[in-house]
């Protein structure tokens, strides 16, 4: 793998002004295959003081788009067209852990499995998401504004 590439993607994906950096999403590996992070459930909450399921979503679709990325490689860029998320159980504390799978790789599609598991490794969330993968946009730096160049 290009680790220029690595590098870039993850450095874009959990910066700060990102909503995955300030969810406090953590990537501890990542691979076109196979992508594992961390989210902190203390700040990522609903009302009743379980990991709100749009924080599960966030992080699912965070380390989903990050294997997409890798996958496409340079000069291309990868959108998430289509989530699904299942909930299966709520956590209060701790962190929970999500293991992104690619399950297709394609030269315009990328589908990733994600796990989302509690402190516990009981299972949190199943989700699924399908990326779109585009060349690149001349003039463009990949995330929609012009290159600083």
Not at 36 to 52: F, I, S
Not at 75 to 96: F, L, P
Not at 122 to 127: F, G, H, M, Y
């Amino acid at each position: 793998m290009d680790q220029e590439l690595l590098d870039r993607v993850m450095a874009m994906t959990v910066a700060d002004g990102t909503l995955a950096g300030r969810m406090g999403i953590k990537i501890t590996s990542a691979s076109a295959s196979q992508v594992v992070a961390t989210m902190p459930v203390d700040g990522n909450t609903q009302p009743y003081g379980l990991l709100h399921g749009g924080a599960s979503c966030v992080l699912a679709e965070t380390i989903g788009s990050l294997g997409a990325a890798l996958h496409a490689g340079p000069g291309r860029v990868v959108v998430g067209i289509e989530i699904s998320a299942t909930h299966h159980r709520g956590a209060r504390e701790g962190s929970v852990t999500a293991v992104a799978t690619l399950v297709h790789g394609g030269r315009t599609l990328a589908t990733y499995d994600i796990v989302v598991t509690d402190s516990a490794g009981r299972r949190v969330c199943t989700s699924r998401l399908t990326c779109l993968i585009r060349g690149q946009v001349p003039g463009q730096d990949g995330n929609g504004s012009g290159s600083s160049g």
